[in-house]
């Protein structure tokens, strides 16, 4: 079993920053990619930014040059650092990590609990 545990989110006003941070734990073999994506009310999941295992980085165009995703491999974590934040960037934002489970050695996509992210004056 494999957890994931979300943080960082929060109400800022419009130019403002958040960063955001999602913490896998359990039996972890090895983690390829992780991401993050987002949900606005009455809108379908979207892609945020992953970012794989050797560091490579894909951004939505709605977020290039304003959010940057990185990862600790040591801590088994990914970050989201969000600037210039708009209100259009308002919605609950998920993390997504693909585990190599160290019990069945199978790839497995788990998300976490998701954390609301607010853009208001």
């Known amino acids: 079993q494999v957890h994931l545990v979300e943080s960082g989110g929060g109400l800022v006003q419009p130019g403002g920053s958040l960063t955001l941070s999602c913490a896998a734990s359990?039996?972890?073999?090895?983690?390829?990619?992780m991401g993050w994506y987002r949900q606005a009310p009455g809108k379908q999941r979207e892609l945020v930014a992953t970012?794989?295992?050797?560091?490579?980085?894909h951004y939505a165009d709605s977020v290039k040059g304003r959010f940057t995703i990185s990862r600790d491999k040591a801590k088994n974590t990914v970050y989201l650092q969000m600037n210039s934040l708009k209100p259009e960037d308002t919605a609950v934002y998920y993390c997504?990590?693909?585990?190599?489970?160290?019990?069945?050695?199978?790839?497995?996509?788990?998300w976490g609990q998701g954390t609301q992210v607010t853009v208001s004056p």
């Open positions: 359990g039996s972890i073999f090895r983690i390829n990619d």
């Open positions: 997504n990590v693909l585990v190599v489970v160290s019990t069945t050695y199978t790839q497995v996509a788990y």
């Open positions: 970012i794989t295992n050797s560091g490579s980085q």
